[in-house]
T-cell receptor, first 114, second 112 residues
């Protein structure tokens, strides 16, 4: 157990729908990062939050959004889902705003869009 | 921004042999280089990391070497075991970076 908790583990939904993925960072960590991993693909950075504020954006689609709450958990919202959004979505956390000290990943949410 | 290239994309070795995975980076300001192991259906797990003030770091059967001049770093796994089979990702980061820059991954298969 890495200490980073992601729910749900699996999600199956239809095209056009909206889903919310949840992440609780390790105790004491202030930064949350979201990554997308498509089949046999690498890790694509989506977005980072630090202590409730958006810190950096990567290749995140406009249909996707995220937020970090006062208790530091984060949610990634995916809307108007398409078949191509099927992927593993990982959350990671770190204690600082910079990635220069590495971070810890959760076990991911597998999203299947049918 | 930083660009990390990783080779090979797949690697098969016999149990007991060594495995080497190589990465290059583009930004000379990068000073932190972690390696992650991802087993099937799981999240990436940090297995070893190195900072630019060190040329080599070892942890049991795993070692990482860094050549700052050439801007490349490598993961070495000795005496490979079937449980080493996984996808390995290298990454790089520079001071002030907001995210790690990952390589494209290497699928290592250890044949019993």
């Amino acid at each position: 157990d890495s200490g980073v908790t992601q729910t749900p583990k699996h999600l199956i939904t239809a095209t056009g729908q909206r889903v919310t993925l949840r992440c609780s960072p390790r105790s004491g960590d202030l930064s949350v990062y979201w990554y997308q991993q498509s089949l046999d693909q690498g890790l694509q950075f989506l977005i980072q939050y630090y202590n409730g504020e958006e810190r950096a954006k990567g290749n995140i689609l406009e249909r996707f959004s995220a937020q970090q709450f006062p208790d530091l958990h984060s949610e990634l919202n995916l809307s108007s889902l398409e078949l191509g959004d099927s992927a593993l979505y990982f959350c990671a956390s770190s204690g600082t705003w910079t990635s220069n000290y590495g971070y810890t990943f959760g076990s991911g949410t597998r999203l299947t869009v049918v | 921004g930083e660009n990390v290239e990783q080779h090979p994309s797949t690697l098969s070795v016999q149990e007991g042999d060594s495995a080497v995975i190589k990465c290059t980076y583009s930004d000379s300001a990068s000073n932190y280089f972690p390696w992650y192991k991802q087993e099937l259906g799981k999240g990436p797990q940090l297995i070893i990391d190195i900072r630019s003030n060190v040329g080599e770091k070892k942890d049991q059967r795993i070692a990482v070497t860094l050549n700052k001049t050439a801007k490349h770093f490598s993961l070495h796994i000795t005496e490979t075991q079937p449980e080493d089979s996984a996808v390995y990702f290298c990454a790089a980061s520079y001071p002030g970076a907001n995210n790690l820059f990952f390589g494209t991954g290497t699928r290592l298969t250890v044949i019993p």
